[in-house]
């Protein structure tokens, strides 16, 4: 079975990404938010976001989104289980999405390095506060040389992108 | 419904502006409905009440139990329980049940925002665990419901 897992910060477009290219309604386990969360969204999502593709020769690729909460780390564990890759989003309209971007590339330091990855910068649709190249950087400076795009997620051709992007990479 | 009555007397002594002072309130009246749980019942082991998006807000687990890893797995699994119940055309999760070799863990909506996890030892009947557990989702709903009015 081919399993990606979409991962990254609360409110990055996981679940909105998910959405966006999905062939059916997808799985959600978004509830409300009880916490300082709720000022960014009303809703987050606790277990994961389910849904799958098909791609034009007929394989079927598993999308796995995940909590973006690092109390929910056992979920990631468990969702990237036999994964073949990972989609990473961050969002552009946080004042520090470097950090993000190093915190959530550790946390999924092992798998990155069995699978591969690719980056969505999201929102960037309303964001320009850091360009692309401060990301480039910031990955060259850590010797992880990864793909980078600039995405909106509600864009289905945009996530498909992404997606593509990243089966390009594990073809290598 | 005598802890409800005692609550609507001590939040009317308190100004409900005064947020810190409204948890504090919260987290004592969850503790009295922990602890009467876990007398009522020789069976119940360990419980824990939290936010259905993964906060511990009241517990009594065991020492090397963490209640913000017990939180969040607790929210995760009724929100998938919740997917299957409905998608499946059977409503609403009325409990979840876990049955553990060494014991039964249920889990149970506590009113809209809260959830109750219950541990048992490994008991013969799940029955009145499961009354008296239902019973403290129905003291949580309520006292809930009075700190939001
Ligand atoms: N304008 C814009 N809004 C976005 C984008 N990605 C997500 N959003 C919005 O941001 C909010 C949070 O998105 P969500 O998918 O729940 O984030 P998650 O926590 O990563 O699952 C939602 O209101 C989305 O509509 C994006 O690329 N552009
Ligand atoms: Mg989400």
Redesign the pocket.
């Given at each position: 079975m081919d399993k990606i897992i979409?991962a990254?910060?609360?409110?990055?477009?996981?679940?909105?990404?998910i959405?966006s290219i999905s062939e059916i309604p997808p799985v959600g386990t978004?509830v409300a938010c009880t916490d300082e969360s709720a000022q960014?969204?009303e809703?987050?999502?606790v277990a994961m976001?389910y849904s799958y593709i098909t791609l034009d020769d007929g394989t079927r690729i598993h999308l796995y989104?995940t909590?973006?909460q690092d109390r929910f780390d056992f979920m990631w564990q468990i969702l990237a289980k036999d994964g073949i890759g990972l989609v990473l989003?961050i969002?552009r309209d946080h004042p520090d999405p470097l950090h993000q971007l190093g915190f959530y590339l550790n946390a999924f330091a092992d798998f990155i390095q069995d699978t591969g990855v690719v980056i969505g910068l999201?929102?960037?649709?309303?964001s320009d506060k850091h360009d692309i190249s401060k990301f480039q950087d910031f990955l060259y400076e850590r010797q992880q040389i990864f793909p980078v795009f600039d995405?909106?997620?509600?864009?289905e051709d945009?996530i498909k992108v992404l997606v593509h992007a990243l089966l390009a990479v594990l073809n290598h | 419904m005598r802890i409800i009555n005692d609550v609507i007397e001590q939040i009317s002594h308190t100004n409900l502006e005064q947020d810190t002072q409204t948890q504090e309130v919260l987290a004592q009246e969850l503790d009295k409905i922990l602890d009467a749980l876990l007398t009522s019942s020789e069976d119940i082991s360990a419980a824990i009440i939290s936010s259905v998006d993964g906060h511990s807000k009241a517990q009594r687990l065991e020492a090397d139990m963490d209640e913000h890893r017990f939180a969040a797995m607790s929210s995760a699994l009724l929100a998938l329980s919740d997917n299957i119940a409905s998608e499946g055309g059977k409503g609403n999760t009325e409990n979840v049940l876990i049955e553990g070799t060494n014991g039964k863990i249920f889990l149970l909506h506590a009113g809209p925002k809260h959830l109750l996890t219950v541990f048992t030892h490994n008991c013969g009947s799940l029955g009145m665990p499961l009354a008296y557990a239902k019973q403290a989702t129905e003291q949580i709903a309520a006292l809930m419901e009075v700190l939001a009015s």
């Open positions: 979409f990254g910060p609360v409110g990055a477009g996981k679940t909105t990404a959405g978004d960014i969204k809703k987050t999502t976001d989104g909590p973006g989003l969002n999201t929102k960037s649709d309303i995405v909106d997620a509600r864009s945009d | -």
